[in-house]
């Protein structure tokens, strides 16, 4: 980030990390979303979801 940089700096940094890091394996009695809900959100149980954000907005 000096001043002739010809890239911006990036303000605001985030970091994805994957449900499978944190819970690596799926333990019994989770809650769930309504069938529904799961063929929206793409998965059964919320712990796994994750929304994906576009950096273009």
Not at 13 to 19: E, L, N
Not at 39 to 49: D, H, I, K, S, V
Request: glycine share 4%; net charge positive; charged share 10%.
């Amino acid at each position: 980030m000096g001043p002739f940089d010809p890239c911006p700096p990036v303000a605001v940094k985030t970091f994805i990390i994957p449900p499978n890091v944190t819970m690596p394996f799926q333990a019994p009695n989770l809650p769930q979303f309504s069938p529904a809900e799961a063929l929206r959100f793409g998965t059964l149980w919320p712990a796994y979801f994750s929304p994906y954000e576009s950096r273009r907005c």
